[in-house]
């Protein structure tokens, strides 16, 4: 059995897999060595763990994932992975973009795949039907816009997301909302349509906090799964166990 633990900079989660299916996903506000003991005592078995981070932790997190786990693997530009990464600055690539796109190959094999992650920043990841990673796009995710507009301006008020289906606002708040939430409905659905020129029967899966923000608002079809990261994770553990 498997241990994946994704610390991300809002959330962390962590998942215990059984032969490649999930056999539980929680999300915490930080993993503790006592999560271990819990784990470990629930699930006798729990032999491996892979660790993906974008952040620091703590020397007692780390002496336990190395002492309590007969393999500890933490994700970095060097971990072997069952795709060709092409992209040019694998240091700088963002370990949950990486692991996101494992988890589309485990998914859809010898298919183009492009993997929407829809959190803090909006990410567009790229994978060809020839196990291929080519690199994605970044921009703001939907919080960061809001944030930014009532930041960066005098007398802009902070919005929010919120259901609102109108082409425009009749107040400023409903303006910041048909600006924002449309906009980026507008940027995910075009881009969505750009890549599938270039690349046919192109799947499209969509995961992150706000992958449900997306549902019945695109033209585009997609698929939402939310356990992306961590599916992707433990394949790459796996990977490096055979």
């Not at 973009?97 to 790229?126: E, K, M, Q, S």
């Amino acid at each position: 059995m498997n241990l994946v633990i994704d610390i991300g900079n809002t959330r962390t989660k962590f998942a215990v897999f059984n032969r490649g299916e999930v056999l539980i996903t929680v999300p915490v506000d930080e993993f503790l060595p006592s999560h271990i003991d819990v784990l470990q005592q629930e699930h006798p078995s729990l032999t491996k763990v892979m660790l993906s981070t974008v952040k620091d932790y703590s020397p007692e997190l780390k002496h336990a994932l190395q002492t309590r786990f007969e393999t500890f693997i933490e994700l970095d530009a060097n971990t072997p992975l069952p795709i060709e990464n092409c992209y040019q600055t694998k240091e700088t690539l963002g370990k949950d973009r990486i692991a996101a796109v494992v988890g589309a190959f485990d998914l859809y094999p010898n298919n183009n795949v492009l993997v929407i992650d829809a959190g803090t920043a909006i990410t567009y990841d790229l994978l060809t039907a020839e196990g291929k990673y080519l690199g994605g796009n970044i921009s703001p995710g939907i919080e960061m816009r809001f944030k930014a507009l009532h930041q960066f301006t005098g007398k802009l008020p902070y919005a929010g997301k919120a259901e609102q289906n109108k082409l425009y606002g009749t107040s400023t708040i409903e303006a910041i909302r048909a600006g924002v939430q449309n906009g980026t409905v507008y940027e995910v659905d075009t881009t969505i349509t750009l890549f599938k020129e270039f690349y046919k029967n192109l799947k499209v899966i969509i995961t992150g906090g706000d992958a449900e923000f997306f549902d019945n608002k695109l033209k585009n079809s997609f698929f939402v799964h939310f356990n992306l990261t961590s599916l992707g994770l433990n394949r790459i553990l796996e990977h490096n166990g055979e």
